[in-house]
């Protein structure tokens, strides 16, 4: 079992900025991919972020330049960290583990942006 815990969401202006964070435990045999995604209410969970265990990462095209996605593998912590943010980037937030083909979710944090 995994279990991944998140914290860090809050309430910002739009064009503050917020850092996540998971930290992951239990049986974590390896360096594994990690992820943040986010869902909105009414839409789809989406991919905002990756980072694999050699360090490269990923994002989504709305997030780029903004969110700086990283991680700490002494901890297995994974950080999202959000500048300018966007009335749009509101939503639950959730970390992802993935470990030999299986996936892990946390319980997610909310991230609300006011205009």
């Known amino acids: 079992q995994v279990q991944l815990v998140e914290s860090g969401g809050g309430l910002v202006q739009a064009g503050g900025s917020l850092r996540l964070f998971c930290a992951a435990s239990?049986?974590?045999?390896?360096?594994?991919?990690m992820a943040w995604y986010r869902q909105a209410p009414g839409n789809q969970r989406e991919l905002v972020a990756r980072?694999?265990?050699?360090?490269?990462?990923n994002y989504v095209d709305s997030v780029k330049g903004r969110f700086t996605i990283s991680r700490d593998n002494a901890k297995n912590t994974v950080f999202l960290q959000m500048n300018s943010l966007k009335p749009e980037d509101t939503a639950v937030y959730y970390c992802?583990?993935?470990?030999?083909?299986?996936?892990?979710w946390g319980q997610g944090t909310q991230v609300t942006v006011s205009s």
């Open positions: 980072i694999r265990s050699d360090g490269s990462t």
């Open positions: 239990g049986n974590i045999f390896n360096i594994n991919t």
């Open positions: 992802n583990l993935q470990q030999v083909n299986r996936i892990y």
